[in-house]
């Protein structure tokens, strides 16, 4: 648990003795929290996690729950890959050695149950016994199978990979899975054919003992297409997962002008290379009432251009290509859509490019009726289109959306706070359970999520290179500024005036209101006067806070840029100073809302929308369709990857996505030990999650009228910091 120090109060206001004591632990704490650049330069990264930023063991529990559950279903479909190939010829040794597995996990799980005292010593007891029993199984396994000559040699290098992950658990505890690659239960030798589906219930089918995802679960409404496609495939969804999907940050207004959003398209900019005329419009709208012009105007327009994803490196994988693309894909918003579509309104896909240059040949313009003649009378290629956007929006949202503009815009601010502000700071204290867990969680990462046959390269298209230039380039684009969420949408075209419903924009920003709110309250009892001038007073007066906002945007610490509120004050040593408390207000919030709810937004849709590969992958194993290509109903699969690769994604975003510490501005367990020891402040805790509570209850209801529920905006569902 997280303790507040028992004396809150700014450096300018304690005793001299008291200021030469925050001083020195200040100077103790910047030989643990410092800086490295080299591994994603310019990107400032933390150069080791400090002891006190480790793992709790409440944490280490939640961890190992998730992790049964994975190891369960990962078991299982491992063994249905060799029952598939082996038929009735499995060894009866290696039948004992697998049931032995299943004893041991059932008395793990069955500890997990019991009461602290007796679960921890069984914890240990039986999380050996499922060890030693899993690492039986690939040395019997090699043994038992010894010339059968149907199984292929890298399935059995699938299942010795286990052995090392289960290694790595018995040495370093359940966290340890976190930071272990399963890149070696990728097979890599042999005949692969076996791992490549046969049908899009193969995939289906790597969720053996696993919930299944949401995106599978819609329940049909009368309102939906009456035809054989399952929901994931219909074009309402494509349309409604720029709104409320996996990564909702690429949608933007196509406007007349970007006078009053920068950050929107000019319709005339699209067309140079996005040719689509009015009669192509209005075949797919069904009526011809607007022109693209008319429509632009009036705000109901909007695209995802994926350019930043243009001359991205291929990769390989067990010698087989992936391919990147940069795709653009056209939306009109229709108050009144066709059938098919939520009769309230939607985002109605138009067309789709899968490259940056139009070629009526290699890069037509694909529609969903084929109105543009491109030889898809199937509609496969329409279904690929979408698939390859999905593919795009995907890789950004790993790359970009998740890890770039979360995890690591976060951390360096770890580092700054910790240097510049005494843990008796009120901002501190206030930051620090939104820090909570994020340097380990990170350092995990670039050990083993973002290394050259890591999890990334394993389940991206592009080369690693690639996909650390995407970062980077991202990074380096990234403003502080702009990213108030009370402005962003407007910024992107996207706010309530155009798009009328934007599920993630309605609940996010409720969100950021109460956090804002609060933030105000909790910092005015520190920076307190009776007029805003005595408030501004105290702030340009903190000199920890100075030393904390210059920290952020030295290019040789935090690298924070786009903090324009500042005021240069032409001093070399301390070139900037904030001397506005609405501004610390924001920028405050602006931290704590990326930590929780916009992480959250990005983080915990990656099970329930992004782990069943058809219809949303990582990787494309099949260049973009031509026009006179012709596609038939089993062309799809190629594009997807082997079974291997897609239970490797699924089982990365279960881990990533049920593992949950904590909920928003609930800082402690216990409601009769709270976190914050000033009395001031639980009374302002309260009305946070009052705040919160009533949040919940408005998403709930909106809910009601979607066409599914949106909740990764849940602020039950959002945690205080990126602790995962």
Not at 72 to 81: A, D, G, P
Not at 582 to 607: D, E, G, R
């Amino acid at each position: 648990m997280l303790n507040e120090p028992k004396s809150v109060s700014l450096p300018q206001l304690c005793s001299l003795e008291e200021q030469g004591k925050r001083s020195f632990d200040l100077s103790i704490s910047k030989t643990d929290y410092n800086y490295m650049f080299s591994y994603l330069e310019p990107i400032p990264i933390a150069a080791s996690v400090p002891k006190s930023e480790e793992f709790s063991l409440a944490y280490e529990a939640k961890v190992l729950q998730v992790f049964l559950a994975i190891a369960e279903n990962f078991k299982s479909v491992v063994i249905s890959f060799m029952e598939k190939e082996l038929v009735d010829d499995m060894p009866t040794n290696l039948r004992s050695s697998i049931d032995a597995v299943e004893v041991a996990h059932e008395k793990l799980k069955q500890a997990m149950q019991e009461g602290i005292i007796v679960k921890k010593v069984h914890e240990v007891e039986y999380s050996i016994e499922l060890i030693q029993a899993l690492a039986k199984v690939p040395k019997e396994l090699e043994e038992a199978l010894a010339g059968v000559a149907r199984l292929p040699k890298d399935l059995l290098k699938m299942v010795k990979g286990l052995e090392q992950v289960f290694h790595d658990l018995a040495k370093e505890g359940p966290t340890a899975f976190l930071k272990s690659s399963l890149y070696d239960m990728l097979a890599t030798d042999g005949n692969r054919d076996y791992l490549a589906a046969s049908s899009v219930e193969d995939y289906r089918d790597l969720f053996k003992t696993l919930p299944t995802p949401d995106n599978l679960k819609i329940k049909k409404q009368n309102w939906m297409p009456d035809n054989n496609q399952e929901v994931w495939q219909q074009d309402w969804y494509f349309g409604y997962m720029q709104t409320a999907g996996f990564n909702t940050t690429n949608l933007r207004g196509v406007l007349l002008s970007d006078s009053y959003s920068s950050e929107a398209v000019v319709l005339q900019q699209l067309l140079k290379k996005m040719p689509i005329s009015d009669e192509i419009f209005h075949n797919v709208v069904g009526h011809n009432e607007l022109s693209l012009s008319q429509a632009a105007d009036q705000g109901l327009l909007y695209v995802c251009d994926y350019a930043m994803m243009q001359g991205l490196e291929s990769s390989m994988l067990h010698d087989k290509e992936r391919y990147p693309c940069a795709p653009i894909a056209l939306f009109f918003w229709n108050q009144t859509p066709p059938e098919g579509y939520p009769p309230t309104g939607a985002l109605q896909p138009i067309c789709i490019q899968l490259t940056q240059n139009f070629d009526a040949e290699t890069s037509p313009l694909y529609t969903p009726n084929d109105c543009t003649a491109n030889n898809d009378s199937t509609g496969v290629k329409w279904s690929v289109a979408k698939t390859m956007v999905q593919n795009a929006c995907a890789v950004q949202h790993e790359t970009v959306a998740h890890l770039g503009a979360c995890h690591l815009t976060i951390e360096p601010m770890v580092v700054a706070a910790n240097r510049q502000l005494a843990q008796s700071h009120p901002l501190m204290v206030l930051l620090k359970p939104h820090f909570r867990f994020t340097l380990p969680i990170n350092d995990g990462a670039i050990h083993s999520l973002i290394v050259p046959g890591g999890v990334v390269a394993s389940v991206l298209s592009p080369s690693h290179q690639s996909t650390a230039k995407l970062i980077t380039d991202a990074h380096e684009k990234w403003h502080f500024d702009q990213q108030f969420p009370d402005q962003l949408f407007q910024q992107r075209g996207v706010c309530d005036k155009t798009l009328a419903k934007f599920p993630f924009r309605e609940d996010t920003l409720e969100l950021w209101d109460s956090i804002t709110k609060f933030v105000s309250q909790y910092l005015s009892l520190y920076y307190a006067g009776d007029s805003k001038l005595d408030q501004d007073k105290l702030v340009t007066e903190d000199y920890e806070l100075q030393n904390w906002v210059n920290e952020m945007v030295n290019s040789r610490c935090a690298a924070i840029k786009g903090m324009d509120g500042l005021v240069e004050t032409g001093d070399s040593q301390s070139p900037y100073q904030i001397r506005d408390f609405n501004y610390l207000v924001k920028i405050v919030s602006l931290i704590i809302y990326t930590a929780s709810a916009q992480h959250a937004s990005v983080n915990y849709a990656q099970w329930p929308l992004m782990s069943y590969l058809p219809s949303v992958s990582g990787t494309l194993y099949a260049q973009a369709p031509t026009r006179s290509d012709k596609l038939s109903e089993s062309s799809f699969l190629q594009y997807l990857p082997p079974l291997d690769v897609a239970l490797y994604q699924a089982t990365f975003g279960y881990l990533l996505s049920n593992v949950q510490f904590d909920s928003l501005g609930h800082y402690t367990e216990d409601p009769r030990k709270p976190y914050f020891q000033d009395e001031q402040v639980q009374p302002l805790v309260t009305d946070f999650q009052l705040a919160l509570n009533q949040v919940e209850m408005n998403i709930h209801q909106r809910n009601k009228q979607r066409p599914f529920p949106y909740l990764f905006q849940l602020p039950s569902m959002v945690p205080n910091s990126i602790s995962i």
